[in-house]
DNA sequence: ACAATTATTAACCAACCAGTTGATAAATAA
DNA sequence: TTATTTATCAACTGGTTGGTTAATAATTGT
């Protein structure tokens, strides 16, 4: 009994700094050196828990996809919650956890498009996500003429890309949109909640 | 005079090819070797030309940004061009930009964030945008009662996000959407830049 | 024609990389 | 106790990395 927990301790701390380490530089930029190093073991001890970089990685990525904000997704699978209260939640959701890391998020998104033949497999098992009450909802919704007739794809993609976005990329739209102040790009997210949800219903409303 | 011709063509030889391989596996993943190798030069011709893998790099971003669709933001700073028929060419011209290379813009967000204290600068001095016109037509048409009271810069995170996401990030949206297959997600991206302009007018008319 | 400059090359270098080995210590089982 | 398994480590391996050097070939200006 004992020994187990040395056990996990070891290989646990191997894997919090690998998730540091490759969530900061990606898996190009990580040396795995660096990463036992930060863990304190020698570096055989990360080739007995594990069995190439590549691996490793992979699980970190797996771990990343778990906390990268997109459980918000669960809401939209919802029964009872009407849509328009769904957007709310979701959006709110999604911008939360997004906000809370945003260095996951990022690093889900550049490792997957850098690397997607190896990653993209993975993500498909760890997402699954049921469309078909959000579908419902919106037949159901634009039957009664109480929205317009939208495709459900095109509505996820705006909210995900709208929350997303500016998180995710923040170096980059800081720089385009001239709002260089760490503090003002702060608000300036902040103001985002309302923008996005605004815009949303505004659309679905027309 | 014919002298340089030569110097030209090796040095752009090396360009180009530095061009294609950083962008496709940025600056982490590539290797000078796999430049060379692909110019078709000796590895210390690159080292005659560019006194770095580093400056060889920015020289490679900073021509990444030239390419990346953002130019779009020009026809923002038009004086005559109406609002709504600036915002619908902008929508158009950015779409149509990401759509012919999106592997640049790609390349430029991701090696922006993932390098973000080596990049921000060239950032800055590459793009320069003057929002003043569009301010300004904002608060004319915000103050005639044509649109609602809304803030420029949100208005272009948010034209910018809607396009830019599910093009420089298709895996992962292909994946989360659903939308697995290439040519579905090449429809679903056509049909976004009629949803996109939607949404944003009814946004600002609402 | 010749000196000076520019362009090119093969061979080299130290540092680093992911991954291994074989010996050893610690825990567990008999 | 002793045999076995599990955990740990320093040292090593073969290959690659970014970068250099010194000699040479080609081009240029005079």
Not at 10 to 37: M, Q
Not at 157 to 184: H, M, R
Not at 188 to 202: A, C, H, N, P, W
Request: aromatic content about 10%.
């Amino acid at each position: 009994m004992s020994g187990s927990e040395t056990v996990a301790d070891t290989k646990n701390k191997i894997l919090e700094s690998a998730y540091s380490v490759f969530l900061e530089k990606g898996i190009d930029g990580a040396g795995i050196k660096e990463i036992t190093d930060k863990a304190e073991v020698n570096k055989a001890m990360l080739y007995y828990y594990f069995d190439s970089k590549e691996h490793l990685f992979q699980e970190v990525f797996r771990k990343g996809i778990k906390e990268s904000g997109l459980q918000a997704l669960d809401v939209m699978e919802a029964e009872e919650l009407p849509l328009f209260e769904k957007i709310k939640e979701f959006i709110d959701l999604l911008t939360k956890q997004l906000l809370e890391e945003p260095l996951v998020s990022s690093f889900v998104v550049n490792e997957l498009s850098r690397h997607s033949e190896m990653l993209t497999e993975i993500l498909i098992e760890t997402i699954e996500f049921d469309r078909s009450v959000l579908d419902r909802q919106i037949k159901e919704a634009a039957d009664a003429y109480e929205i317009a007739r939208i495709s459900p794809r095109q509505l996820l993609a705006n909210i995900i890309t709208l929350c997303l976005g500016p998180i995710i990329n923040q170096k980059f739209y800081s720089v385009t949109l001239d709002v260089l102040d760490e503090d003002d790009y702060r608000k300036f997210l902040q103001e985002r909640k309302g923008v996005i949800y605004d815009m949303t219903i505004s659309w679905l409303t027309t």
